[in-house]
């Protein structure tokens, strides 16, 4: 099936206002109309997205909606309790598979670009910086405990020799710290200047916003 | 770089990578550490976990001692899991953020916090690792899940005579598990912030 051209895609606040609506539309609705914003939401992101419904994928999510439905039929007995438990199962899954499309088409970047805008200046940078050192802090760990296990392990004092790696790591990782600052600010670097643009509104997350509205307005009128 | 407008500056780039490292960290502690506590199945490992990540924030707010900073770590970390998706990502995310907002919240008061504030601010933040499932499930289930609870807890009394004594026991272990995890995560990060403090400066 072809997929929207990009222009018609949503992006962020598309994706963020379907995980929104996903929360707030279910305490509108009761009686069938509660399943609404699960087939809404499942519509959405597999006709816009590729699915990447992972939720479902956990046996976690399915103990979770399981044991929902049967411990409310128990509560309030088996037919009206299953009613109300298949309710709140689908709110639950509505809001999973929102936040699972917002997860899988929403950049982390774009989230962090959309908080230094409203406020929280260096926060892109800050994440660029802990996602590269990643990698080198789990490798220094990992050496570092590799060492202390060829000296002997933890010892008679684990708790001193756990600090002591801990310390270590540490170290290591600010003192690599200390050259990424020296490189940032050699290329005259600086936090004042936005690094990255929040991502502007697109016609798709427009039109998506807008269904929305007139979707639930139209459940409402039902 | 892209040219963008200029904003009052609060984090230097040195700040900013000091964060970066924390949450790096803290970020390390919830991949490669929670993986093997939940193989482990070791008793309070989700308490333990966050115990470990506000250690990481804790001692990030020592080197970098401005307010706020456990909050940067804590938004940074999140973004980070965020980047680095396995599976559902919801409740961990708001779980993370909670517990920075709230141990930035008990530091708040002082601009260069002591062994007490750090203490209270490990314990605050741990005990939301209490309260967040009933959270995350809350949000997601909606208000109906509070009455299936309270009919829980009512049968469960009903049932077992000897129940609430047993009940109170647990829901004490609970929470004065996590409240020690904490308030020792605060501890041990002052005065791992001072020792790397003390590293630096050579």
């Known amino acids: 099936m072809r997929r929207p051209s990009a222009i018609w895609r949503p992006s962020l606040y598309g994706w963020l206002g379907l995980l929104a609506w996903a929360i707030t539309a279910p305490g509108l609705f009761g009686d069938a109309r509660a399943y609404a914003p699960l087939i809404t939401v499942a519509l959405v992101s597999w006709l816009l997205g590729e699915g990447g419904w992972r939720s479902l994928g956990s046996w976690r999510t399915w103990l979770f909606l399981g044991g929902l439905i049967g411990v409310t039929a128990l509560a309030e007995g088996i037919r009206p309790g299953l009613g109300a438990g298949l309710r709140m199962a689908a709110r639950a899954l509505a809001i999973l598979l929102a936040a699972d499309a917002l997860a899988l088409h929403v950049p982390a970047l774009d989230l962090a670009a959309l908080l230094e805008a409203v406020g929280l200046p260096g926060l892109g940078f800050a994440l660029g910086v802990a996602f590269n050192l990643l990698p080198a ?33 540490l170290a290591r990782a600010l003192a690599r710290g200390q050259e990424i600052v020296d490189a940032a600010e050699s290329r005259a670097f600086t936090p004042s200047r936005r690094q990255v643009q929040p991502p502007r509104v697109r016609r798709g997350d427009l039109l998506l916003l807008l269904g929305l509205a007139a979707w639930t307005v139209v459940l409402l009128i039902m | 770089m892209a040219a963008g407008k200029s904003q009052s500056t609060y984090f230097t780039t040195r700040d900013l990578v000091f964060i970066a490292v924390f949450a790096a960290a803290w970020g390390l502690v919830e991949t490669s550490l929670g993986s093997y506590l939940h193989a482990a199945r070791i008793p309070f490992r989700g308490a333990a976990l966050t115990a470990l990540g506000l250690l990481a924030a804790l001692t990030g707010r020592s080197l970098v001692p401005r307010r706020g900073t456990v909050l940067m770590i804590g938004l ?105 995890l904490g308030t020792a995560a605060g501890l041990i990060a002052c005065s791992l912030g001072r020792e790397l403090q003390a590293r630096l400066a050579h």
Do not use: C, M, N
């Not at chain 1, 789990?138 to 002591?164: E, F, H, I, M, V």
């Not at chain 2, 999140?78 to 680095?84: E, I, N, P, Q």
């Not at chain 2, 499932?133 to 005579?161: D, I, N």
């Open chain 2, 76 to 180: 940074v970390t999140a973004l980070l899991k965020l980047l680095s998706l396995g599976g559902v990502v919801l409740s961990p995310l708001l779980a993370i953020v909670i517990e920075s907002a709230l141990a930035e919240w008990a530091l708040w008061p002082w601009a260069r916090p002591g062994r007490s504030a750090f203490a209270l601010a490990g314990a605050l933040a741990e005990l939301w690792t209490v309260i967040h499932p009933f959270l995350t499930q809350g949000l997601l289930a909606g208000s109906g899940l509070f009455t299936v609870y309270g009919w829980l807890l009512q049968s469960t009394a009903q049932a077992l005579p000897w129940g609430s004594k047993v009940t109170v026991l647990l829901v004490g272990v609970a929470i004065l598990v996590p409240a020690l």
């Open chain 1, 137 to 169: 802090l789990r490798q220094t760990a990992l050496d570092s405990w590799q060492a202390l296990r060829l000296r002997g392990g933890p010892g008679k004092q684990p708790l001193q020799s756990l600090r002591r790696w801990a310390v270590t790591v």
